[in-house]
């Protein structure tokens, strides 16, 4: 079974991020095994202080082999083919897991910008990482789907 892990800062508090990323959660666990780990976010830091200081809490939680993918604005876009060609050998790389990481409210810190294998954007459009989280888990349930063979994508 294929190990993903999910970095994100802050904790979900709203109900319907919950539910939703549960939704795709329960629908992805027959297929790969995720380990979401929510980092404290810095309140109290400004600007590129705050950046710096929640990226290194995220890089704490990735091991020296793990594969990083970071979602970031200037990533790649891809469509959901393409999606789930990218993820297929970082799921199969058999030395360390592949880790998506998504920054909070500041972003990412230019250090683990340059520690990320990819970078990788969702959008254009700048979101909540909430919703990140969300879009996340349902376009890795997809790209699941799409290298099964299963009908979930049309």
Request: net charge positive.
């Amino acid at each position: 079974m294929y190990r993903i892990k999910i970095v994100c800062v802050g904790k979900i508090k709203k109900k319907y991020w919950v539910e939703a990323i549960g939704h795709y959660g329960k629908m992805l666990g027959p297929l790969v095994r995720i380990d979401a780990v929510a980092v404290k976010d810095c309140p109290g830091a400004e600007g590129e202080d705050r950046k710096r200081a929640e990226s290194a809490r995220i890089l704490e939680k990735i091991g020296p082999r793990d594969t990083l993918v970071a979602l970031h604005e200037t990533g790649k876009l891809m469509n959901s083919r393409e999606f789930a060609a990218f993820v297929r050998p970082l799921f199969e790389n058999p030395q360390g897991e592949c880790c998506f990481v998504i920054g909070g409210a500041m972003g990412l810190s230019p250090e683990l910008l340059a520690r990320a294998d990819h970078l990788l954007s969702l959008s254009p459009m700048t979101m909540p990482h909430e919703l990140a989280q969300v879009v996340l888990y349902e376009q890795l349930f997809r790209a699941m789907t799409i290298l099964a063979n299963r009908t979930y994508h049309y």
